[in-house]
């Protein structure tokens, strides 16, 4: 089985899809790494991160690949693990310019349908695009605000600019964040994270 959590940047996604899954005993695939993972290589290699042949060499040359671990997914290229330099502001302000390219989208889709169920798949288009045959799906929202405020804890920057980053970003993955007209919203602004993943799991017949 296949469960769907897409949602908005910041709306917590990965934090849901993990406790989600922890609570069923199963791996969370996390697909924004894998557009995160080409966008450090791009950045690190300096080429156009417009260029999708240049961005796809270096795919080719360093074959990122994801680990979808229950409490947490790692990439890695060869030996290297990329994991903790995918989450710099440098990456956030790339990685849409890297995601709305139909090549990239194409190479990040090929790769997650090789994986075996049953997992959650979190991002934008899990739910429509990569896994419309999905059991179960959600779809996460809240108010630039909140989620300005919550990644504020895990970032440099100051309340206000991390917003204006989130609503430029929100405004740049739009044309792939549409939820599925199956999926359950969830407006995650009044909840905790744990009521986020209690919804979740009491709409899966899993609840306490
Ligand atoms: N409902 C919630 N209430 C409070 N904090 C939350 C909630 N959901 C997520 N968070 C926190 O918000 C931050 C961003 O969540 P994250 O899972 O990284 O989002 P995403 O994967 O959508 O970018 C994390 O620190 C997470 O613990
Ligand atoms: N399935 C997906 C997943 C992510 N993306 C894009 C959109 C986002 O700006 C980046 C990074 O997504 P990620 O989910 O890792 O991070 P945020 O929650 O947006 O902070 O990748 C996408 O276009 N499609």
């Known amino acids: 089985m296949i469960v769907t959590i897409d949602g908005v940047a910041a709306s917590g996604k990965s934090s849901v899809s993990s406790g989600v899954a922890r609570a069923l005993g199963i ?11 080409a966008t450090l290589l791009g950045l690190e290699a300096g080429v156009d991160l417009h260029d999708a042949q240049a961005l796809l060499a270096l795919l080719d040359t360093h074959a990122p690949r994801l680990e979808p671990l229950a409490e947490g997914n790692r990439v890695w290229a060869g030996e290297r693990e990329l994991t903790d330099a995918l989450h710099s502001s440098r990456v956030d302000a790339g990685v849409s310019v890297v995601a709305v390219l139909p090549e990239l989208r194409a190479w990040v889709d090929a790769q997650l349908r090789t994986l075996p169920e049953p997992f959650v798949a979190e991002g934008r288009d899990m739910g429509t695009n990569v896994f419309p045959q999905a059991g179960a799906k ?64 009491e709409g899966l017949g899993k609840g306490s």
């Open 27 to 37: 791996p969370y695939v996390s697909s924004g790494l894998l557009y995160r993972a």
């Open 138 to 201: 959600f779809y996460l929202t809240a108010s630039p605000r909140i989620r300005a405020e919550r990644r504020a804890r895990e970032r440099p920057e100051d309340i206000p600019a991390i917003e204006a980053a989130l609503i430029r970003r929100d405004a740049k993955d739009k044309v792939q964040s549409a939820p599925a007209p199956d999926a359950t919203v969830i407006d995650t602004g009044p909840l905790t994270l744990e009521g986020v993943i209690g919804v979740i799991l």
